[in-house]
Nanobody, 112 residues
Framework: QVQLVESGGGLVQPGGSLRLSCAFS????????MCWYRQTPGKQRELVAL???????NYADFVKGRFTISRDNTKNTVTLQMNSLKPEDTAVYYC??????WGQGTQVTVSS
C-alpha cells in the first residue's frame, strides 16, 4: 500500500518561491517514477514535472527554468522547488506515483 502526503503549499506574491514536499510510504520508492501535477477549477490535471527512479527529470514547458523537481531516496521524499511564481501557477498541486497513487493535494496561491 502506497501513501503520498504533500506539504508546503500556501500564499505567495508574484515572483516569490515555494517548496512543496511529498512524503512517500510504501515499498521500493527508489525505483518509482514520481510526478507533480496541478489542477485549477474546471480544468484537467496537468503534468508539471516528473523524476525517474534513476534521477532523470522532465518538465512541462510552462515551468522550465522556474521549477525544479528532486528526490531523496534515503528519506522517501520528492520535492518541487518553485521559483519566479506567477498568478497562473495558482492551483492545487498533487504528488503522483503512476499509474494509481495520488496525494490529497496542496493549495498554491500566487497573488499580491
Amino acid at each position: 500500500q502506497v501513501q503520498l502526503v504533500e506539504s508546503g503549499g500556501g500564499l505567495v506574491q508574484p515572483g516569490g518561491s515555494l517548496r512543496l514536499s511529498c512524503a512517500f510510504s510504501g515499498s521500493n520508492f527508489n525505483i518509482r517514477t514520481m510526478c507533480w501535477y496541478r489542477q485549477t477549477p474546471g480544468k484537467q490535471r496537468e503534468l508539471v514535472a516528473l523524476v525517474f527512479g534513476a534521477g532523470g527529470t522532465n518538465y512541462a514547458d510552462f515551468v522550465k527554468g522556474r521549477f525544479t523537481i528532486s528526490r531523496d531516496n534515503t528519506k522517501n521524499t520528492v520535492t518541487l522547488q518553485m521559483n519566479s511564481l506567477k498568478p497562473e501557477d495558482t492551483a492545487v498541486y498533487y504528488c503522483h506515483n503512476p499509474p494509481r497513487y495520488w496525494g490529497q493535494g496542496t493549495q498554491v496561491t500566487v497573488s499580491s
